[in-house]
């Protein structure tokens, strides 16, 4: 009977070892081949691009913002990996942050960035992917880009608009900075509507992110990319059209465009389509 008890336990551990259970990790650590978020959804890791290297014109880096996310969203992430792999993005299955607010999104995050500079002013455009966009539950479209515009002036940021879904109506020349340079935005969801970033308020120092602080992404600048051919694949609409998606703006009419639009009679002198 103590043989039989022995083999059975020894079989036990024999089936154990061959069959791990994962390790819990962090939360967005990946464990294996797999992601286990806070309620229990499975992510394969293939569903994760990573970022491309850091590089930008130093006035991209001192001016890019800080962000902090509102809990009813998604996390920005990249949006092509060194093999020029375009990220998937994510179906209208499920509520508006489901699947795509875990740590794992920010580890894996890049910034794209683009700067115009004329008399005497300096506006760089901060481009973001996001996977997917919901207003409701179910209804919504895969692949976000959202921009943030600041516009620089004797080395200070003067004036920041924060896209909405490609118009920039909200423009203002009022906003909270941290380290001098640094504009505080959220992203946030727009009562019914979908999400967009807005200027930060004295509240919004209470983090809602995974981090705990103000997230400064991996910034890729207009320049600064491993190749123009990988450059111009993203900025190719095409590539984001499948359910609706958004492109990024940071290709030239787009650009000159968001530009014009969230200088409005605010930035003298300065001209949207021209550089130096």
Known sequence: MQLLSTLALLGSTLTALANPLPSPGLVGELNNDHDITPNGTVLVSRD???????????????????????KDGCYYTSAVDRSSNLNPGLGTGGCPHHN??????????????????????????????????????GSGHRHEW????????????????????????????????????????VYHKEGAGTHNFRTANAGDDKIENHTGQWFLGRLVGWNHWPSVAMRNKVLDGKNWSKDGGIRP????????????????????????????
């Open 100 to 137: 795509c607010r875990e740590l794992n999104r920010l580890e894996n995050n890049n910034v794209y960035s683009r700067m115009r500079c004329n008399n005497g002013w300096c506006a760089i455009m901060y481009e973001y992917y996001f996977e997917k966009d919901l207003w409701a539950c």
């Open 48 to 70: 994760i691009r990573g970022s491309i290297p850091i590089g930008a014109h130093a006035m991209e880096h001192r001016f890019q913002p800080v962000i902090d996310f509102d």
């Open 146 to 185: 959202e921009n943030i515009i600041v516009f620089v002036q004797n080395d200070r940021p003067r004036r920041v608009s924060g896209a909405r879904h490609g118009t920039h109506d909200r423009a203002t020349n009022s906003f909270r900075v941290k380290d001098d340079t640094r504009v505080k935005m």
């Open 249 to 276: 703006k940071l290709g030239d009419r787009d650009f000159a465009d968001n530009l014009r639009q969230a200088a409005g009679n605010s930035v003298p002198g300065f001209n949207p389509s021209v550089d130096g």
